[in-house]
């Protein structure tokens, strides 16, 4: 087992923004004032992810599941969005690395020309790779990764035999990116809702009360500081 700390950091963390509804609700406010406080939570975590040395940040931001949500708050999830991809050019700015997982043709064509020339202009940064999960869901990326394999299959260019793990892994939308090796869901929930249900085969789990919109820094480093102290075997001993 590695001594040193520092090694045993997070490469890859994922978070699952959960609690905004209960969090307006507790107040007295409209949902979608618990997903504006959400986005703001989202920039201090995104920033302090840098400062401490996470590489990869994936953030489930609206799952395939969400569009069943009454269409008002689908809107004002829409408008947010919107909002924000403006305020990525300055994560972008930070040199971090920008790119939407899910199916994005769901939606609105100035958001997908948006999503398309954020991930253009910072394709080159690799000090933070910041991937948002928007129209997500896990099922349906393995689903995708089925069918585009079994097309190579019926033109002939390869064999069903052929089919490796690693070659499941080159199809799915996170082909690039490492697994994820800690996943943090705030709000009480203890499941992982269709995210990243692949790539967290051997992650970690960190569950807190706290509600998205309340979560600080000083829980990123606690969500951390327990991963630290876990120990991961991979299904050794
Ligand atoms: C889950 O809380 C949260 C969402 C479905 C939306 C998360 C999106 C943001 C915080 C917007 C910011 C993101 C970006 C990328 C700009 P919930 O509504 O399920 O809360 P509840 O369980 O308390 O009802």
Known sequence: MPENKE???????????????????????PRKVGHWEGAKTFK???????????RYLT??????????????????????????????DKFIKDKVRIRFIGDRTAFSQKIRDKMQQKEEISAQFTDL??????????????TNAARLIAEDVKKGL?????????????????????PVDL??????????????????????????DVL??????KDLDKAIEAYKNRDRRFGGV
């Not at 090694?7 to 406010?29: E, F, Y």
């Not at 390869?158 to 990116?177: F, G, V």
């Not at 499941?191 to 569950?207: D, T, V």
Request: with cysteine.
């Open 129 to 142: 790779n910041l991937i948002i999960c928007a129209n997500y869901g896990g099922r349906a990326e393995i």
């Open 59 to 88: 953030y489930y931001a609206f799952s395939t599941e969400n569009w069943k949500r009454p269409q008002d708050e689908v809107d004002a999830l829409m408008d947010l969005f919107d909002k924000y991809l403006d305020e990525f």
């Open 158 to 178: 390869i064999e069903p035999a052929d089919i490796t793990e690693e070659l499941m892994q080159s199809k799915l939308y996170t082909a690039e990116i490492p």
């Open 7 to 29: 090694a045993r950091s997070p490469i890859h963390v994922g978070i699952i923004m959960d609690g905004n509804g209960r969090w307006a609700k507790k107040r007295g406010l």
């Open 183 to 208: 996943i943090i869901r705030p709000s009480g929930e203890m499941r992982l809702s269709n995210f990243l249900i692949w790539q967290a085969a051997y992650a970690e789990y960190y569950f807190t």
């Open 212 to 217: 998205w919109p309340d979560f600080s820094k």
């Open 44 to 54: 201090t975590i995104t920033r302090y992810s840098k400062d401490v040395g996470i």
